[in-house]
C-alpha cells in the first residue's frame, strides 16, 4: 500500500468491486483506517447513506481492532458527569466525578442532584460483599444414576478441575464448582476470582480445559459449554441470588433536614414510594429488579467506561431500600450482578480509558481485583445518587415538571 490513505481506500474498494477482496478481509490488505474508509465508502455508494459523521472517530482505528468487525467509524454517545461525589468504599475512598455516556435527557441533571444531596450527607458508603465471574456447561449422562455419579465426583475432584482450569490463565483462580441436575443434564456452575478483568472469556476458555477433564474421566458427554445457567446477558433469579461479577451495595443516611430543604420531601414520603412502586410495584409486576432506575445509571456508567453493554441486564439486578428514620431518610441498593472489568475488552478504547482515568481506576489493581472492585463501588453510588433523586421526584410530584423544565 501507499503513503496515502485516502488512494489505499480507493484501491480496496476497487478489489471489493472486482471480487478480489471481501468485507471482512480488508484489515489483510491495508491499516485499519484505510480499511474502515473503504468499507464505509462502499456502504455508503450501496445505500445512498451519507455516513461522514460515522465516519468521523477521534481515534486511530486499530486501537479497536480487538472490539469489532467489519468497522466503519463509531457511533458517538454524548459523556457528562455528575458530581463530585464523596464515597467511603472498601476498595475507593473520597471525591469522585461519575462519567456518564447517555442520549436520554434529564438523567444527569437527576444523578447530580442526587450527587449533591449524598454529599450534603457526608458521602455515601460501599462495599463489594461478593466477587466471581461463572460459567456453566451442561452435561450430558443416561441417567439420574449418572448424574449422582457425576455430582460425586465433581465433589471428590475439585482439585483436579481447579489444575486444569488455572492451567489456562495467569490471574483467574476458580473458587467453586456447584452442580445442578435435571434428569439427565447435569449443569456445572464453575465460579472464578478473574482479579481486575471481567473475565467472561477467562472464565469459558478456563471452564473448556476443566470439561475436558470431566469427559475424560466420568461418562459424562459436554453438550454445551454455556448451558445458561451461567447466566451471561439474561434476566435470571440465579444471578439475584447467588450474584455474578460484584455483588455491591451503597447506602447513606440523609438528614431530614436536608430531605426537606434539597428535595422538597420527607424521609416518610420517598420510603412510602419506594415502598408502592420499588417493591410492591415490581412484585405484582414479577420484576427481578425492585427498584427505579438502576438500568439508567448503570448503562451510562458502561458505556463512559468499556464495560460490556449487553451486560446492564444484570447489572440492573438490583434492590433499593428506603427507611424513615428518626434523624432522616435511610437509602440503599444492592446491585446482586454487576459485571465489570478495569483491564480487557472495551477499556482499552482510548475515550473509556479516559472515563476509568477519570474514576482513578484504570489498568490492573493493587492488589489485583482492586480496581474493579473500586469501579463497581463508583457505580453503585451513583446508582444510589439516580434512585435518590428520582424516588424525591416522585415523593415530591416534581417529575414531569422537570422534564419539562429541562425540555426533555
Not at 202 to 217: D, F, K, L, P
Not at 236 to 255: C, H, K, L
Request: one cysteine or more.
Amino acid at each position: 500500500m501507499t503513503d496515502d490513505p485516502d488512494a489505499d481506500a480507493d484501491a480496496l474498494v476497487r478489489r471489493v468491486r472486482d471480487g478480489d477482496l471481501r468485507l471482512h478481509e480488508l484489515e489483510d490488505h491495508a491499516d485499519a483506517d484505510a480499511a474502515a474508509t473503504a468499507r464505509r465508502r462502499i456502504v455508503e455508494s450501496d445505500t445512498g447513506v451519507d455516513l461522514d459523521a460515522v465516519g468521523a472517530y477521534g481515534f486511530p482505528a486499530d486501537r479497536a481492532d480487538a472490539n469489532i468487525e467489519n468497522m466503519i467509524g463509531a457511533a458517538q454517545v454524548p459523556m457528562g458527569v455528575a458530581g463530585p461525589v464523596t464515597i467511603h468504599g472498601g476498595a475507593v475512598d473520597g471525591e469522585r466525578y461519575l462519567p456518564m455516556a447517555t442520549t436520554e435527557g434529564a438523567l444527569l441533571a437527576s444523578v447530580n442532584r442526587g450527587c449533591s444531596v449524598v454529599d450534603a450527607a457526608g458521602g455515601a458508603t460501599a462495599r463489594v460483599t461478593k466477587s466471581g465471574m461463572t460459567r456453566a456447561p451442561v452435561f450430558r449422562v443416561g441417567d439420574v444414576a449418572e448424574a449422582e455419579a457425576l455430582v460425586e465426583w465433581v465433589r471428590e475432584n475439585e482439585d483436579r478441575l481447579r489444575e486444569a482450569a488455572e492451567a489456562t490463565t495467569s490471574h483467574g483462580e476458580l473458587t467453586d464448582v456447584t452442580p445442578y441436575v435435571v434428569g439427565d443434564s447435569v449443569f456445572l456452575r464453575f465460579r472464578y476470582d478473574t482479579k481486575d478483568a471481567m473475565g467472561m472469556n477467562m472464565a469459558t476458555i478456563a471452564t473448556r480445559a476443566a470439561a475436558e477433564a470431566v469427559e475424560e474421566s466420568t461418562t459424562a458427554s459436554l453438550v454445551a459449554l454455556s448451558g445458561n445457567l451461567c447466566t451471561d446477558k439474561k434476566p435470571a433469579a440465579i444471578n439475584a441470588v447467588e450474584g455474578r461479577g460484584r455483588s455491591v451495595t451503597a447506602d447513606v443516611v440523609i438528614p431530614r433536614d436536608v430531605v426537606e430543604e434539597r428535595l422538597h420531601t420527607t424521609p416518610e414520603a420517598i420510603a412510602e414510594v419506594n415502598t408502592r412502586k420499588n417493591h410492591v410495584g415490581s412484585a405484582k409486576a414479577g420484576s427481578l429488579g425492585f427498584n427505579a432506575h438502576v438500568a439508567n445509571v448503570v448503562a451510562a456508567m458502561f458505556l463512559a467506561t468499556g464495560q460490556d453493554a449487553a451486560q446492564v441486564v444484570e447489572g440492573s439486578n438490583a434492590i433499593t431500600t428506603a427507611e424513615a428514620r428518626e434523624e432522616g431518610l435511610y437509602v440503599s441498593v444492592s446491585l446482586a450482578s454487576l459485571e465489570v472489568g478495569t483491564v480487557g475488552g472495551g477499556t482499552k478504547l482510548p475515550t473509556q480509558g479516559e472515563g476509568l482515568d477519570l474514576l482513578g481506576v484504570a489498568g490492573g489493581g493493587d492488589p489485583p481485583g482492586a480496581n474493579a472492585d473500586a469501579l463497581a463501588e463508583c457505580i453503585a453510588v451513583g446508582a444510589l445518587a439516580g434512585e435518590l433523586s428520582l424516588l424525591a421526584a416522585l415523593g415530591s410530584r416534581h417529575l414531569s415538571s422537570a422534564h419539562e423544565s429541562l425540555g426533555r
